[in-house]
């Protein structure tokens, strides 16, 4: 099932810019979540959303800004970041965000940061 | 603290041969899951499988399949005849009862090259 969609698919972005990353599941889902992934570290749970209230904020700097307006739409606000910013930035939903839910990911943004 | 290990970073077999993916997981709780899941070249993580921890008895699924053993906290996967559409990198997770949030923690994935 591929219901997970990002844009853009690249971007490439200077550290004095602002940016944003959208997410949208066609699922039905009631959980969203952001996900970094980087050369150099495993896969990192940024930001979990269970119906549009942040659940879990996993020590992100706050130059990473989500917004969650709906169960459908996740959004990943970006200002002033830095070179080490640059990776993979993966979405995922699930039903709900009880344990050993399972999520389905999107196809992921990768990000440049210059 | 929950931790998953991926000790293999790259496996390269040729076509058809069987491989073996390792999982260690690490986890102070009597009730957990666990993933298995697919990244390849495209990007998206594919879900492969999931388990929970009272549920012991292996399972096969087409060619694919898993050995948890609770004894030795390894969920191993194991690919029969393998193809080269199965050139990816895998990753284990585990999810904690009692997480807020769902949170998934993974392993540093094992980067697959399956070679014709």
């Known amino acids: 099932e591929t219901g997970v969609t990002q844009t853009p698919r690249h971007l490439v972005m200077g550290m004095t810019n602002k940016k944003s990353l959208k997410c949208e599941q066609h699922?039905?889902?009631?959980?969203m979540y952001w996900y970094k992934q980087s050369a150099k570290k495993p896969l990192e749970l940024m930001f979990v959303?269970?119906?549009?209230?942040?659940?879990e904020n996993n020590s992100v700097p706050s130059r990473f800004s989500p917004e969650c307006p709906n169960s459908s739409h996740l959004f990943l606000h970006l200002h002033t970041l830095q070179p080490e910013d640059s990776a993979l930035y993966l979405c995922?939903?699930?039903?709900?965000?009880?344990?050993?839910?399972?999520?389905?990911f999107g196809p992921g943004t990768r990000l440049t940061v210059t | 603290a929950q931790k998953v290990t991926q000790a293999q970073t790259e496996i390269s077999v040729v076509e058809k041969e069987d491989v073996t993916l390792d999982c260690v997981y690490e986890t102070r709780d009597t009730t957990y899951y666990l993933f298995w899941y697919k990244q390849p070249p495209s990007g998206e993580l594919v879900f492969l499988i999931r388990r929970n921890s009272f549920d012991e008895q292996n399972e096969i699924s087409g060619r694919y399949s898993w050995n948890f053993q609770k004894s030795t906290s390894s969920f191993n996967f194991t690919i029969t005849a393998s193809q080269v559409v199965d050139s990816a990198v895998y990753f284990c997770a585990l999810s904690e009862d009692g997480n807020a949030g769902n949170m998934l923690t993974f392993g540093g994935g094992t980067r697959l090259m399956v070679k014709p």
């Open positions: 699922l039905g889902h009631n959980a």
């Open positions: 959303y269970s119906l549009e209230e942040r659940v």
């Open positions: 995922a939903s699930s039903r709900s965000e009880g344990t050993g839910s399972k999520q389905y």
